[in-house]
């Protein structure tokens, strides 16, 4: 890496800018900037939380790759990476590093999306959807097929990420600063809100840490420069980093090394000790649902209004819930994945490039990362500071007491009410 980075540093092949622009509208980018990098990195990542609104996935999530390619032809053809999802394809059970062929090509979608109004697209979304789960992951995959289609003949790849968590060293230990999937839950739980989740413990929580996907990320591009311009889509490299081939850790170990760690430095902005549930079945998890989120909620609410406060824990749980929803197609299926060009890139560095540069998902110790992933979720995303810890535990200890003692107080009313109706009929009787 370091005699590409030698050789190229007159030409500014290291020199990397941000392209402006908005995606949504129709000549976002029909003139390229000056100085314009020759290393483009077209970044796609959104929360999406249930809004199926596919017009406004598709004018976020098509346009970017296709502006991007469109800009790369004419222009003498600059390195463009484009980082997708590894999920893009969640409609298969396995998953390999090159692309796949769908139902929809870009180009018919985009003439089905401009040929109709904004009504029937909604009415019909669900058909255009097939076994996608929503309409970011199809999106996604409609983004990949623009890049297969019009990448040929440049330097282009594809790299997916499985679903990124907080940092491992760089640039701190545990540093993030979004709820986005699987920390979002964590902190939910962790603060006492969440007590219950869709989630087979058993399938496998594909995570990656930030600055091991972005050093990866690097690589791959360093590696899509050197290599020859692809003479066919087969030819485009496509790099799944992932965590399952070689580190693989299940839901159940996910929630369990991480409350371990949690519960060691509880957050003081908790509400309730920590008691979640990971429900396979979803019927039992809607059971738990009632009971332990929509019922306290409910009442508590009402207390708050004959105090003249205004109610807004309903409201939270029911954007929890939507949020939760989302997760639950994702952590309740499994999918087998390949990883051999991304394993084949970490044997081409040398000594030197794997320190600066380090992706190896072998050398991953999960407990050690959970052991930073806790207290950065504290630091950077609950702004605790540390120093609060001594405090926060002996109210942890608090909360602990009083949710044992409610457990016990409904323990003894559901017995009550059992005893009470067995009285009943017996009279009857």
């Known amino acids: ?33 000056n100085n314009v990098a020759k290393c483009q990195w077209a970044n796609h990542h959104a929360v999406h939380a249930g809004d199926d609104a596919i017009l406004n996935e598709i004018s976020i999530w098509y346009p970017a790759p296709a502006y991007c390619i469109m800009m790369n032809t004419p222009f003498g053809g600059n390195l463009t990476m484009f980082k997708l999802s590894l999920y893009s394809n969640c409609h298969l059970q396995e998953i390999d ?21 904004d009504t029937m697209l ?15 992951a199809f999106t996604k995959a409609i983004a990949e097929d623009s890049v297969r289609d019009e990448g040929v003949g440049l330097p282009i790849g594809v790299f997916r990420p499985s679903i990124v968590v907080g940092t491992r060293n760089e640039p701190v230990s545990g540093w993030i600063d979004n709820l986005y999937g699987p920390t979002g839950v964590f902190v939910g739980a962790g603060t006492g809100f969440i007590k219950t989740i869709h989630v087979d413990g058993m399938k496998t929580a594909n995570i990656v840490p930030v600055d091991m996907t972005v050093n990866a990320l690097i690589v791959s591009a360093w590696e899509v420069a050197k290599k020859p311009r692809a003479k066919s889509a087969e030819e485009i490299p496509v790099y799944n980093y992932v965590s399952s081939v070689q580190k693989p850790l299940t839901w159940d170990q996910f929630m369990d090394i991480g409350s371990r760690h949690g519960i060691q430095v509880p957050s003081m902005r908790s509400m309730w000790y920590y008691s979640l549930t990971l429900n396979k079945r979803r019927s039992v998890h809607l059971v738990y649902l009632l009971f332990l989120h929509f019922i306290p909620a409910t009442i508590l609410d009402g207390i708050a209004l004959l105090l003249g406060k205004r109610p807004k824990l309903l409201k939270i749980y029911k954007k929890i819930n939507k949020f939760c929803d989302v997760i639950s197609y994702f952590s309740t299926r499994d999918w087998k994945f390949t990883n051999k060009n991304v394993q084949e890139l970490w044997q081409k560095l040398d000594e030197e490039d ?28 609950l702004k605790d500071d540390l120093s609060t810890i001594p405090q926060a535990r002996a109210r942890y200890k608090r909360l602990r007491w009083i949710h044992e ?14 005893w009470t109706i067995q009285s009943l009929l017996s009279q009857q009787k």
Do not use: Q
């Open 97 to 117: 590093e090159k692309f796949y062929s769908y139902p929809f090509t870009h180009r018919n979608l985009c003439t089905v999306v401009d040929g109709v109004n």
């Open 1 to 33: 890496m370091r005699s590409l980075e030698s050789n190229s540093r007159d030409e500014g092949i290291l020199e990397v800018r941000k392209i402006v622009g908005d995606s949504t509208a129709p000549k976002a980018f029909s003139k390229r900037p």
């Open 354 to 381: 794997r320190k600066l540069f380090d992706f190896n998902i072998d050398d991953l110790d999960w407990d050690k990362y959970f052991y930073t992933y806790v207290r950065g979720i504290r630091l950077y995303l």
């Open 122 to 136: 909604e009415a019909i979304t669900p058909h255009l959807l097939d076994k996608w789960p929503n309409t970011y």
């Open 405 to 418: 003692g409610v457990k016990f107080l409904t323990a003894i009313l559901v017995l009550r009410l059992l």
